[in-house]
């Protein structure tokens, strides 16, 4: 996959006060995806954007749009992506 498609797929970090719990309690980012996305596909773009490898991907159907909820395999991990992309 490359980089262009990758940002197809994942739209835009999903930021509230309860994404900034999950960070630290669950090691999971939120981010928006297209609606069309599959997990597999999330993943690949997540390894693409931010060269950091998925353990575990749910994804919800919202008022806006599809969210996918990407857990990390630390706590570490998940917060140096999310001061890396500007959620922290």
């Not at 999971?28 to 597999?40: R, Y």
């Not at 596909?41 to 060269?51: D, E, G, R, S």
């Not at 749910?58 to 599809?66: P, Q």
């Not at 395999?73 to 917060?79: G, L």
Request: overall charge positive.
């Amino acid at each position: 996959m490359n980089i262009e498609e990758a940002t197809k797929i994942i739209i835009r970090p999903h930021i509230t006060e309860k994404t900034f719990a999950l960070v630290e309690n669950e090691q999971k980012l939120c981010f928006i995806v297209e609606s069309s996305a599959t997990k597999k596909k999330i993943t690949q773009a997540v390894k693409t954007l931010y060269n950091e490898t998925a353990k575990d991907v749910n994804t919800a159907k919202t008022v806006y749009g599809k969210k996918a909820f990407v857990k990390f395999e630390s706590t570490d991990k998940a917060r140096d992506l999310a001061t890396k992309i500007g959620m922290l």
